[in-house]
C-alpha cells in the first residue's frame, strides 16, 4: 500500500504539477489583460510582502513530518498524538503573532511604498493585505494537519485535493475577473478556497487515519530537539524569501509597480520552473527518514541521490534548452512585448537553478539526517551578500540588476559550495553524479545549440509558428536524449505507462 502510495503519489504530483503549468500559462495572460500592468504589479507586490510572514512557522511543518515518520517507524503511538497537540498549540500562537506583524505592515503601507505609488494604489495595497493577514493567522494553526497527512504518506488523497482547487479556483477567479473584479476579489477567493482546503484536511485526518490530539504536559526536552531541528530548516526559509520574495519589494521601493509586474512574470516563470523537481522531492522525505531511522549504509543514499537526480534532469533539461531556444518569442506572445525583459530575468534564474534542482534529494537527505545546519548558516550568509548586491544594482539595472543579485548567491553557494559538502561530509559520491550528468547533457547541449542557430533565421510571430518549432524540437530531441542519454532503469520507467497505453488499445 504504502509503495503504491508513493508511485502513484509521485505521478499525480506531476499531474498536479503540469495542471499548475497550464492552467498558469493560460491563466496568466487573461489575468495580464483584465487586470492591466499597474494592478498586476500592486497585487504580485502585496503578496511578496505577505509571503514574508510565512517564515513564522519557523520551519515546523518539516518537523511534523520527521517526527510522525519516526515515531510511527518506531510504533509509537502516544508520542505522536502528543507532539500533534504540542504543535497545534505552537502554531496557534505563531497564529496570533502573524496577525499582530501583519497589521504593523498595514499601518505602514504609506511610509513603505508612498514615493512610487498613487493614493488609489494604496488604498488597494492596505486592503489586499489585510485580507491576506487573516488568511494566514488561520493558516497556521490549521496547516498541521496537511503536515500529518504527507507524514502517513497518504500522497493520493493530497494530490487530488490539490487538483480539486486548482480546477475549481481557476474556474471562480475567470468569472470574477469577467465580472470586473480585480486584485481585491482574486484574494477573497484565494482566502475562501485555502480555508476549505485547510478544514478538508483536517476532517480526513480525524475521520480517515482516525489521529488523536492530546494536550499532554510539553515535553521540553523533546521540544528543544524539534526547534533545534527547525530552526536550520527555518534559516533556510529566510533565505528563499531573500531570494525569490525581495527583488518586488526592492523594485516597489525604488522603481514602480510596473517593473514589478515583469519580475513577477520572470519569478511565475522561476516558480514553474522550480516546481519540475519539488513535487518529486517531496514524497521522498518519510522514506528517506525510514531508510536512516533503519541504518541504511551511505552508499544507497548516495545511488538514491544519484538516481533522482538523473530523472530530474531528464525533465529539467528539456525545459531549459526549450526556454533558451523558445523562450523570448514565448514571453512576448505570452505576456506580450512590453514584458520581454522578463526572459532574461528568467534566463538569470533558470540557468543557476537548475543544479539544485536535480540534487533536491540532497536537502531531504540533510532533512531526514537532522544536518541541516551547514547549509542553512550557509545560505543565509550568501542571500544577505546577495540582498546587498540587489540593492546597489536594482536603482540603476531595476530588475535585471535584482536578478544578477540572485544569480550570483546561487552560483556560489546552491552550486560550488554544497557539492563540495555534499562529497565531503555527506558521503554522496559527487564525481560520480557529474560524470552521469556530464554524459546526459551531450545531447541537449549539442542540439540546443543546433536548434538556437536556426530559430534565429527563422521570426516566429505568431503561436501556431512557436507552437510548430517546439514540436519540431521535440520531435528530433526526445529520441535522440532517450537513444543516448537514458539508462535502461529510466527507460523502463518512462517507457512502461507508454506500454501499458498501447496494450490496452
Known amino acids: 500500500m504504502a509503495v503504491n502510495q508513493l508511485k502513484v503519489g509521485a505521478l499525480l504530483s506531476y499531474v498536479v504539477l503540469i495542471l499548475n503549468n ?29 509571503a514574508y510572514l510565512t517564515i513564522l512557522d519557523f520551519g515546523f511543518g518539516n518537523a511534523i513530518i520527521r517526527y510522525t515518520s519516526k515515531f510511527r517507524a518506531q510504533g509509537k503511538l502516544t508520542e505522536q498524538f502528543s507532539m500533534f497537540g504540542m504543535f497545534i498549540i505552537l502554531y496557534s500562537i505563531i497564529g496570533v503573532i502573524a496577525f499582530i506583524a501583519g497589521l504593523c505592515l498595514y499601518y505602514n503601507v504609506d511610509s513603505m511604498f508612498g514615493k512610487t505609488m498613487t493614493i488609489d494604489e494604496l488604498g ?73 482546503t485547510l478544514l478538508v484536511n483536517y476532517f480526513y485526518c480525524r475521520y480517515k487515519i482516525k489521529i488523536k490530539i492530546y494536550f499532554h504536559k510539553v515535553d521540553w526536552d523533546f521540544l528543544k530537539e524539534v526547534a533545534l531541528y527547525s530552526f536550520y530548516i527555518f534559516l533556510s526559509m529566510i533565505m528563499d524569501r531573500i531570494y525569490w520574495g525581495t527583488g518586488q519589494f526592492i523594485l516597489g521601493m525604488y ?112 532533512q531526514a539526517r537532522n544536518q541541516m545546519k551547514f547549509r542553512s548558516l550557509l545560505y543565509i550568509g550568501i542571500a544577505l551578500c546577495s540582498l546587498a548586491v540587489q540593492f546597489l544594482l536594482a536603482k540603476k539595472y531595476g530588475g535585471i540588476g535584482v536578478a ?57 510571430k505568431t503561436i501556431l509558428d512557436l507552437s510548430l518549432g517546439i514540436v ?29 497505453l498501447f496494450l490496452r488499445k
Not at 318 to 338: H, M
Open 404 to 460: 544578477i543579485g540572485i544569480s550570483s548567491g546561487l552560483f556560489l553557494g546552491q552550486i560550488l559550495i554544497m557539492n563540495i559538502y555534499y562529497y565531503k561530509k555527506q558521503k554522496i559520491d559527487i564525481p560520480f553524479f557529474w560524470k552521469e550528468i556530464a554524459k546526459m547533457s551531450v545531447v541537449p547541449f549539442v542540439l540546443g545549440g543546433f536548434v538556437y542557430y536556426l530559430s534565429t533565421l527563422f521570426i516566429i
Open 124 to 196: 488597494k495595497a492596505k486592503i489586499m493585505m489585510l485580507l491576506m493577514v487573516f488568511n494566514i493567522a488561520f493558516t497556521f494553526p490549521l496547516s498541521i494537519f496537511g503536515a500529518i497527512i504527507t507524514a502517513y504518506e497518504d500522497f493520493i488523497f493530497q494530490r487530488v485535493i490539490q487538483i480539486v482547487r486548482i480546477i475549481l479556483n481557476t474556474i471562480v477567479m475567470v468569472v470574477l475577473l469577467k465580472l470586473g473584479y480585480k486584485a481585491i476579489g482574486i484574494v477573497i477567493v484565494t482566502t475562501i478556497f485555502n480555508l476549505v
Open 22 to 50: 497550464v492552467v498558469g500559462l493560460a491563466y496568466t495572460p487573461f489575468m495580464l489583460r483584465m487586470m492591466g500592468q499597474s494592478e498586476y504589479g500592486l497585487y504580485s507586490l502585496v503578496a511578496s510582502v505577505i
Open 255 to 366: 522603481v514602480g509597480t510596473a517593473a514589478i509586474a515583469i519580475f513577477s512574470i520572470a519569478i511565475s516563470l522561476q516558480n514553474m520552473y522550480m516546481s519540475l523537481s519539488a513535487s518529486i522531492a517531496n514524497v521522498f522525505l518519510p522514506k528517506i527518514t525510514k531508510m536512516i531511522t533503519e541504518g541504511q549504509s551511505e552508499k544507497v543514499i548516495s545511488d538514491l541521490f544519484i538516481k533522482t537526480g538523473r530523472i530530474q534532469f531528464i525533465i529539467i533539461s528539456f525545459v531549459l534548452v526549450g526556454f533558451i531556444v523558445f523562450g523570448q518569442q514565448f514571453v512576448i506572445l505570452w505576456a506580450g512585448k512590453s514584458y520581454i525583459e522578463a526572459y532574461i530575468i528568467a534566463l538569470f534564474f533558470f540557468i543557476p537553478l537548475t543544479i539544485p534542482l536535480i540534487q533536491t534529494v540532497g536537502i531531504t537527505i540533510l
Open 472 to 500: 519540431l524540437f521535440s520531435v528530433f530531441y526526445i529520441p535522440l536524449f532517450w537513444i543516448f542519454s537514458m539508462n535502461k532503469f529510466e527507460k523502463d520507467l518512462f517507457g512502461a505507462p507508454l506500454k501499458k
